[in-house]
């Protein structure tokens, strides 16, 4: 049942199995395990990142499509609910119908780039997702009347899924709607997420891996090359649009720097390369690690840095404001020991 459940791809690697079991297990038991609001932040975006860089790597890893339009995907789908529930209010209906809304302008936008697109040469279709990606995020900027413009759009959703519901106390801890909430997050990211393993261990993953390995040999014994990597564009953002929806709920703002920013871009490219290219598992890995990293990185330097305050220049090399000079250390190490991700090297190990 469990081999069905992830589509016949098992991990393949003991130290692997372990490291997924213990962030499903942390994910899942986060608000009982690890109280507080930062606590709960972080695993919330763990999960939402994890669909993210899924999606991702659905056309890097797998199509061998390099885009750099995925944020633009992702905030479609957090404006979707954000524009569903300023206008309809906060009801279960504003948050269905702005979900489908952002998937299917996420698909529709996909398809259009990807038909006009996807017949040039790799470098160009970058050049030209980033100037689309771009054009939508001045759009957006520039449309206060209807987008809130640079301060972005506060709104509310259903009472249930806020800290004012309250449910009683389980294990001591107080659940609340912002529990609810999480969980919600934490589900539908799953099932997302095995969703994703579905595509890419189906017929339909196994042509992108062709795709990708020598595209001209696929279409000589009749694959329609530019018809499947528009498919998995449009599967892709899709996707990217439903982590978007789910931040939009979980966070109740939505604002060009949270979701359409090219640093996200970045962090996403990151993450993929971190856990590994051309595996749905690299992108557990790697968006756990990095977020982890964004969001205790500095602390622990704080800790070190006192720890070694008598000792020369240490404090000064460990100061918690230059944590994104030691993030982009931990990178490069990541990469030179680990070039085919973390997950292709424990893999290759087994």
């Excluded at 957006?140 to 640079?150: H, I, M, W």
């Excluded at 030179?336 to 090297?345: K, L």
Aim: charged share 10%.
């Amino acid at each position: 049942m469990l081999t069905n459940l992830l589509s016949g791809d098992r991990p393949r690697s003991l130290i692997l199995t372990g490291l997924l079991l213990a962030i499903l297990a942390a994910l899942a038991l986060a608000p009982f395990l690890f109280p507080g609001v930062r606590s709960l932040e972080t695993a919330a975006r763990i999960c939402i990142f994890i669909v993210l860089v899924a999606s991702y790597d659905l056309l890097l890893g797998y199509s061998g499509i390099v885009s750099f339009a995925h944020t633009m995907f992702f905030g479609l789908g957090a404006y979707g609910v954000a524009l569903a529930s300023t206008h309809m209010g906060r009801g279960f209906d504003a948050l269905i119908v702005g979900t489908i809304a952002g998937a299917v302008a996420a698909a529709i936008l996909a398809l259009l780039i990807g038909l006009f697109s996807l017949r040039v040469r790799a470098i160009f279709f970058a050049m030209i997702t980033l100037a689309v990606a771009s054009a939508v995020a001045v759009l957006v900027s520039q449309l206060s009347g209807l987008t809130g413009g640079e301060d972005g759009l506060n709104y509310s959703i259903p009472r249930e899924l806020t800290p004012a519901f309250k449910l009683g106390k389980l294990f001591g801890i107080s659940i609340t709607g912002k529990i609810l909430n999480y969980y919600l997050v934490f589900f539908a990211s799953l099932a997302l997420f095995l969703l994703l393993l579905r595509i890419v261990n189906s017929p339909f993953g196994r042509v992108l891996k062709a795709i990708r390995e020598n595209d001209f040999r696929a279409e000589a014994i009749g694959y329609r090359v530019v018809l499947y990597r528009t498919l998995a564009t449009c599967l892709s953002a899709a996707v990217a649009a439903l982590a978007g929806s789910l931040f939009a709920i979980w966070l109740r703002y939505v604002g060009p720097a949270t979701t359409l920013s090219f640093e996200i871009m970045l962090d996403i490219l990151l993450m993929v390369v971190i856990g590994g290219m051309g595996t749905m598992y690299g992108a557990v890995i790697g968006a756990t690690i990095f977020v982890l990293a964004q969001n205790y990185l500095q602390n622990l330097m704080g800790v070190a840095a006192s720890a070694t305050e008598g000792l020369p220049l240490i404090p000064q090399l460990l100061d918690p404001d230059r944590w994104l000079l030691w993030l982009g250390v931990l990178f490069i190490l990541s990469v030179y020991f680990f070039p085919t991700g973390i997950v292709g090297r424990l893999r290759a190990e087994d």
